[in-house]
């Protein structure tokens, strides 16, 4: 079974950075797309940037300049550096990856969609 475990966040002020991980855990062969979605209390979740495995990103129009969206797919994790925080980055963010290639306990490769992480909170101060 695939799973998805976020660190990272934490209460930073104002102008300064955080740098978000997402390990995929599970008998992985590869993972397509893997993106980070934020969900600020009484929003709908959003995204904010996502990554194909070959590298090629897309992110939303309010983080353009200030996240950096990575991956590594030796480790099968995703990376999120943020500068230059704003009180409005306040949120929970949630690591999701799409078609996912992994062997089952059967030893059978299948694909699995859509899956996401528990979140963890990034808070910042003014």
């Known amino acids: 079974q695939v799973q998805l475990v976020e660190s990272g966040g934490g209460l930073v002020q104002a102008g300064g950075s955080l740098r978000l991980s997402c390990t995929a855990s599970?008998?992985?062969?590869?993972?397509?797309?893997m993106g980070w979605h934020r969900q600020a209390p009484g929003n709908q979740r959003a995204l904010v940037a996502d990554?194909?495995?070959?590298?090629?990103?897309n992110y939303g129009d309010s983080v353009k300049g200030r996240f950096t969206i990575s991956r590594d797919n030796a480790k099968n994790t995703l990376y999120l550096q943020i500068n230059s925080l704003k009180p409005e980055d306040t949120a929970v963010y949630y690591c999701?990856?799409?078609?996912?290639?992994?062997?089952?306990?059967?030893?059978?490769?299948?694909?699995?969609?859509?899956?996401w992480g528990q979140g963890t909170q990034v808070t910042v101060s003014s």
């Open positions: 999701n990856a799409d078609r996912i290639l992994a062997v089952s306990g059967s030893g059978r490769r299948t694909y699995t969609n859509d899956i």
């Open positions: 599970g008998s992985i062969v590869s993972i397509n797309i």
């Open positions: 990554i194909t495995r070959d590298g090629d990103a």
